[in-house]
């Protein structure tokens, strides 16, 4: 009698070229888990990845897929993660598209409905702490509020990484029968080559603004495949905000 062959989960990201995208590739490929990746320029990715049996590379931009392209990138899929955003130069700050993580974010999940899968999908969207819960009231001194005000004036991605949340708080919601999501917030983003020790707020502990703390990339990356391969852990954070520092080591 054979025996029955357990079947992995697919998940799709998007945003896989970034330096947060690339270590959660690598976290999930380690955890033994299939996943697809859309990107613009696949040339640019490590040669490693192009011959991993495990991972399936999409090369286009993801914004000019047609509605029916993305539902079949969506199908099949039981998480999928936006690692999005902008480039930090003159063109990426303020050129176009100036919504792409909150288009996208619509985007695929209006794919996802459209496919009706009879299992929720998980979707895990990269945010920042700047961007408050506003489902928590999450309480800001009035220097970061006008700081803040500034920042929706002056930089059009703080916007967008605001209305991204803001589409999974008030559209998707808490009670949506076919996504569950999450939206992780890192403060202080940094390189480190390791996992470290880290922990998980559903707040930010600190003002993002005036005493930001840190949390490496790869960090990030394992807490966010955490939260898709453990059930307990996806449970304890679905539909909130959690934020994450890595943790400060005491001599």
Excluded at 118 to 125: A, D, E, I
Excluded at 160 to 180: C, F, S
Excluded at 189 to 205: D, G, K, Q, R, W
Aim: glycine letters at 6%.
């Amino acid at each position: 009698m054979k025996t029955k062959e357990i079947q992995k989960e697919t998940i799709l990201l998007v945003g896989a070229s970034g330096a947060t995208g690339m270590k959660l590739v690598e976290e999930l490929l380690h955890r033994g888990q299939n996943v697809k990746v859309i990107v613009r320029s696949p040339e640019k990715l490590p040669e490693s990845w192009k011959s991993n049996k495990n991972l399936k590379i999409i090369s286009a931009s993801i914004l000019e897929l047609t509605d029916f392209e993305m539902r079949a990138y969506v199908t099949g899929c039981q998480a999928i993660v936006s690692c999005l955003g902008h480039n930090m130069t003159l063109k990426g700050i303020y050129g176009q598209p100036q919504k792409l993580v909150t288009d996208v974010t619509r985007r695929l999940c209006k794919a996802i409905e459209v496919n009706n899968s009879k299992k929720p999908t998980k979707f895990v969207l990269m945010n920042t702490t700047g961007n408050r819960n506003r489902d928590l009231n999450e309480p800001i001194s009035l220097r970061q509020k006008c700081v803040i005000a500034l920042l929706r004036l002056l930089l059009p991605p703080h916007v967008d990484n605001e209305k991204a949340a803001d589409y999974l708080r008030t559209k998707i919601g808490q009670n949506n029968q076919l996504i569950e999501w999450v939206a992780v917030r890192p403060d202080g983003l940094i390189n480190e080559e390791e996992v470290t020790a880290y922990e998980i707020h559903a707040s930010p502990t600190r003002s993002a603004i005036f005493a930001a703390g840190k949390v490496s990339r790869i960090n990030v990356a394992h807490f966010m495949a955490a939260l898709i391969n453990d059930a307990t852990l996806w449970n304890t954070w679905k539909g909130q905000m959690p934020v994450i520092y890595s943790k400060v080591s005491v001599d």
